[in-house]
């Protein structure tokens, strides 16, 4: 089969990104021709490596200078050209907030919009709007959790709407030792991702001594972080540091993975983390978590935003060296559902089944 991607753009260092070019390495690998056609990110190298046989297609430089609506319009048009002339068999609309690009650019196509958000935290009228025309004009709806699979149904009537989670993306044959006395926390440095109050809540663990916080990430809040590092007198047990490609690395030197986030989609770091046998203590909070982490099994999930409380469930497997090594002992069997192999499989089964669901 020829399957196609839509992506704002491939080149950013994001888990939308990452997974994109993990699939569609996976699916080459397999026989199949894919694309990818990037809105924009022209001239620059894309941060994760892909396969020589799939294409890439920029239509614009990283700054887009062309003004709205005209840029939208020539989007629809270039994209429409690139389409026709390659003629996939399906199409992948990687993110539901481009609908009134992708959609008529797509027409006639076989399509599935890939929602990667929680829909109820990330439903402002623009992006509403672009799911409620993904709904009406694409064959199929994908999200990465059971219930943003169950919302597309109940909040915008999909009439096909599944649910299929990210495979992990790296190499697991190195494990975590759970040796190094670290928290290891990951992500954009932005209000999403909470690291606000992991900040308070490590300040309130009693008792830190021989441990660590690392943050990897970059982004907007890193000036008000650091400045509250150093307002909390944190400073010697905490730092922040920039995104770095050898993330097992990162994973297997530490022993707790704290997650901090207000909302996710489904946070592939934690399935990374799982899959390394790395041991998670999370927030409950809007969708995400609580599909992948097995509370009492796999690590700790913590009421959302109770600060207190996720201190308290860090500090508990500090202390408790056996219970580290129960959960990840556990978290090694739960990743296996997550295996690149048979996520590939289904997206095999997923394409076919929207070829047919178009053409019906």
């Keep these: 089969m020829k399957i196609f991607f839509t992506i704002k753009n491939i080149n950013y260092l994001a888990g939308t990104e990452r997974v994109t070019s993990i699939l569609s390495n996976a699916l080459v690998s397999r026989g199949h021709e894919v694309g990818i056609i990037s809105l924009i990110g022209s001239g620059e190298e894309p941060f994760y490596s892909f396969d020589e046989r799939v294409k890439l297609y920029y239509l614009a430089p990283p700054k887009d200078r062309h003004i709205f609506p005209f840029r939208d319009l ?25 609908s009134y690009v992708n959609v008529p650019a797509a027409r006639g196509f076989p399509t599935i919009t890939w929602e990667h958000l929680n829909i109820k935290a990330c439903n402002g009228p623009k992006r509403r709007l672009s799911r409620i025309l993904a709904v009406k004009y694409t064959d199929v709806i994908v999200s990465l959790t059971k219930g ?94 920039p995104p770095t490609k050898d993330m097992i690395k990162e994973y297997t030197e530490a022993s707790i993975y704290a997650m901090s986030s207000r909302y996710e989609g489904l946070p592939l770091v934690l399935i990374e983390a799982m899959s390394l046998g790395l041991p998670i203590v999370s927030f409950d909070c809007e969708k995400g978590p609580r599909d992948i982490i097995v509370p009492g099994v796999t690590g700790e999930l913590v009421e959302d935003a109770n600060v207190d409380k996720l201190a308290l469930s860090i500090e508990k497997l500090m202390n408790n060296a056996q219970l580290l090594k129960s959960y990840s002992d556990a978290s090694l069997i739960e990743a296996e559902k997550y295996n690149l192999n048979s996520i590939v499989e289904r997206w095999e089964e997923l394409v076919k089944r929207t070829i047919e669901i178009h053409n019906s």
């Design 74 to 98: 020539r989007r629809i048009r270039c994209m429409r050209k690139i389409l026709l002339k390659e003629n996939p068999d399906c199409v992948v609309f990687v993110d539901s907030g481009r």
């Design 148 to 241: 943003d699979a169950a919302d597309y149904e109940t909040m915008f009537g999909a009439p096909v709407s599944i649910c299929m989670p990210n495979p992990v993306t790296i190499d697991t044959t190195k494990k975590c030792s759970l040796s190094g006395k670290r928290v290891l926390a990951v992500g954009r440095l932005d209000d999403q991702k909470g690291f606000d109050m992991l900040l308070d809540a490590w300040s309130r663990i009693k008792n830190r001594e021989g441990w660590s916080l690392r943050i990897i990430g970059s982004g907007k809040r890193y000036r008000a972080l650091m400045s509250q590092i150093a307002i909390l007198g944190i400073g010697g047990s905490v730092e922040i540091l």
